[in-house]
């Protein structure tokens, strides 16, 4: 076995020993196994473990797609409420936003790792502030279809949270239910 593998295997060891992934005697055992009794250098204890690597790759992708996101939903967000000037390029521009977020969280690897929540909430808030921005473009002046918009951004939450079974959608889309008709039963 070539000098290079037995480092990694050690390497690999001694990541299992640390994180106690094995008992430390079986660990001891494969040690002395693959440097032959004699004793560990330097180089070998400095090699990072593959699983050290793939993670620290994992979370620099998961970083950098945290912080895109971060950007454009709130680049999306201020140009909604900034540029009144032209309220169709803006809805444009964000439905655009929209869809490429929505592709970003489509993607298997970031489902399976847990990163589709920060997604999902990104999605909801980006149709929440696009239909917003419908009413203050064009109905500025109907307190209904305002309400209605929010009953249906509510809905919407409540929905997703019973389909997919996220509890975090289900109770904003039932508290803003609540606060909706408590506002309804106190303004009459």
């Known amino acids: 076995m ?6 990694i295997i050690i390497s690999e060891i001694q990541y299992w020993k640390k994180n106690k992934l094995l008992p430390e005697h079986y660990c001891d055992f494969l040690i002395t196994l693959y440097t032959q009794g004699e ?9 990072p473990s593959t699983l050290q690597k793939e993670r620290r790759q994992y979370r620099a992708k998961q970083m950098m ?3 895109i996101s971060l950007l454009l939903a709130g680049i999306a967000s201020v140009a ?27 993607g298997k690897t970031f489902i399976k790792k847990g990163f589709a929540p920060f997604l999902y909430i990104s999605m909801a808030f980006l149709i929440l502030m696009m239909s917003l921005k419908i009413w ?13 918009l929010l009953v249906l951004n ?10 997919l079974k996220l509890l975090y959608f289900t109770i904003s889309g039932s508290l803003g239910l ?10 009459f």
């Open 80 to 106: 909604m409420f900034m540029l009144t000037e032209y309220p169709t390029a803006t809805l444009l521009s964000a439905s655009v936003l929209a869809l490429l977020l929505l592709v970003l969280a489509s």
């Open 39 to 47: 004793e560990l250098d330097e180089v070998s204890s400095k090699v």
């Open 178 to 187: 609540l606060i909706i008709v408590g506002f309804l039963i106190l303004s």
């Open 154 to 163: 509510c809905s919407l939450w409540l929905f997703t949270g019973r389909l």
């Open 65 to 67: 797609i945290l912080l």
């Open 136 to 148: 203050t473009a064009f109905f500025n002046d109907e307190t209904t279809l305002l309400i209605g």
């Open 2 to 7: 070539t000098t290079e593998k037995k480092k």
